[in-house]
């Protein structure tokens, strides 16, 4: 039987702005390559026949080709320019899958997902049509209401990573409703025309690299890779 295509859209469209740097923070170096360079080898460590495709700014696709030069980085992948949003970054992206397949949908400066979470989030999509990567919150939480706010059980939530990996139809389906505020992720926008939404457990590691002290665990995490 054949194999189900499988593809990552790896969204990179990130500036320096909170990092409180001038380069965009998926082109800085964390254990002497760009974060970007982590994220694309973790997929590829999964499989390696996993069909790549880095959405980058327009302004930052040559630096970016630059970087893989100076570094000889090799690992094949196809590039696509951003759109103005999240929203039309993916949409971009998911021009370059074809046909039917698993899509993941990850962050460009997620670069410590653990392949055995990208593994259990494709399996997931491949049986339910959708698979979103979660963690349980270690913190007590709160419900702000009105001027004044209440705990709420922390048992009942979850906080949101990626990969978020989605049946290829599913994905475009979603895809093709016009773009609204409230969606966050792409799990909002495809539970917005009435698909399901699957949770596979992540892990803290998979930290969203966006300030300066995600650096400092970022170095440590990478030295213990």
């Not at 189900?4 to 409180?20: D, F, K, L």
């Not at 999964?46 to 495709?53: M, T, W």
């Not at 990969?163 to 139809?169: D, E, I, K």
């Amino acid at each position: 039987m054949a194999q189900t295509p499988e593809y990552a859209i790896i969204v990179a469209g990130g500036s320096g702005t909170r990092m409180q740097q001038d380069i965009p923070k998926q082109f800085i170096e964390v254990a002497g390559k760009p974060i970007l360079m982590h994220t694309i080898e973790r997929f590829y460590e999964y499989n390696p026949g996993v069909r790549l495709i880095v959405v980058l700014p327009q302004e930052q696709l040559t630096t970016w080709r630059s970087l893989c030069q100076k570094h000889h980085f090799r690992l094949f992948h196809m590039m696509v320019p951003g759109g103005a949003t999240r929203f039309g970054s993916v949409k971009n992206g998911l021009g370059a899958v074809m046909g039917e397949g698993l899509v993941a949908v990850h962050d460009g400066v997620r670069p410590f997902v653990e392949v055995d979470t990208i593994r259990a989030a494709y399996e997931a999509a491949a049986k339910y049509g959708s698979a979103v990567v979660t963690v349980s919150p270690k913190d007590s939480i709160r419900e702000l209401v009105g001027e004044t706010s209440r705990a709420v059980p922390r048992a009942k939530y979850k906080l949101v990573q990626t990969p978020q990996v989605f049946q290829a139809s599913i994905l475009r389906r979603a895809y093709e409703q016009p773009e609204q505020e409230h969606f966050t992720d792409d799990a909002s926008v495809v539970e917005s025309i009435g698909e399901r939404i699957t949770l596979v457990e992540g892990s803290y590691r998979n930290i969203k690299i966006t300030t300066p002290e995600d650096l400092i665990l970022a170095e440590a995490f990478a030295g213990k890779v």
